[in-house]
């Protein structure tokens, strides 16, 4: 009976221990894959920093030809705005 207890003793021990050593197994895999997609993620963010670089001085040359655009626009609004009154008071003479 006690030879019974100890090799049951030690299945149950082994299976312990391995189930231990899969999750564990499985952890470093997965803490594995994380630290290759954080390197890949860091390169990816440097290449973006690299390549937006130029723009800082290319800045004020958009913000003005913005600008200029929006004044363009704000006009052609309200050529439009005036159009439409129009079209409307000719349409309520009718």
Excluded: C, F, H
Excluded at 14 to 31: F, K, Q, R, T
Excluded at 67 to 81: H, I, P, Q, Y
């Amino acid at each position: 009976m006690t030879q019974l207890l100890l090799v049951l003793s030690l299945v149950v021990a082994l299976a312990i221990v391995l189930a231990l050593v899969v999750y564990l197994l499985a952890i470093i895999y997965a803490l594995w894959g994380a630290g290759t997609n954080l390197k890949n993620l860091a390169g990816g963010l440097i290449e973006v920093r690299d390549n937006t670089m130029p723009l800082a001085k290319d800045i004020p040359t958009i913000n003005g030809a913005l600008s200029a655009l929006l004044t363009g626009l704000l006009k052609v609004n309200g050529n439009l705005a005036a159009i439409v009154e129009v079209a409307q008071g000719s349409n309520e003479q009718n």
